[in-house]
């Protein structure tokens, strides 16, 4: 079992930054993909970053977001610059088991999910 919390949303202009965090705790960190979701009202899942040895990233924030993780501290961050309103969503980190270097944009290959953190872009 794989638990993951997610803290570091909140409320900010446009053209600012937040970076979100993602603590895991329960299994070897190493061993799993790691991503991050969005969702905003009224629309479907989106893939946005993932990660376990190379790194993907979604069209709509390549470029602006980055994904890294602290196997040390079992953490995964999201750095996100240049925010627009249209990144306001709830965002949601999540993991599975993978032996692949290859990670899944499809949140239906996720099998852990955390709480969701909400972020909110201003205009």
């Known amino acids: 079992q794989v638990q993951l919390v997610e803290s570091g949303g909140g409320l900010v202009q446009a053209g600012g930054s937040l970076r979100l965090s993602c603590a895991a705790s329960?299994?070897?960190?190493?061993?799993?993909?790691m991503g991050w979701f969005r969702q905003a009202p009224g629309k479907e899942r989106e893939f946005v970053a993932a990660?376990?040895?190379?790194?993907r990233y979604g069209d709509s924030v390549k470029g602006r977001f980055t994904i890294s993780r602290d196997n040390a501290k079992n953490t995964l961050y999201l750095q996100m610059n240049s925010l627009k309103p249209e990144d306001t969503a709830v965002y949601y980190c999540?993991?599975?088991?993978?032996?692949?270097?290859?990670?899944?944009?499809?949140?239906?290959?996720?099998?852990?999910w955390g709480q969701g953190t909400q972020v909110t872009v201003s205009n």
């Open positions: 990660t376990r040895v190379g790194t």
């Open positions: 329960g299994r070897t960190f190493t061993t799993y993909a």
């Open positions: 999540a993991a599975y088991w993978t032996p692949s270097t290859i990670v899944s944009v499809s949140p239906s290959t996720y099998n852990y």
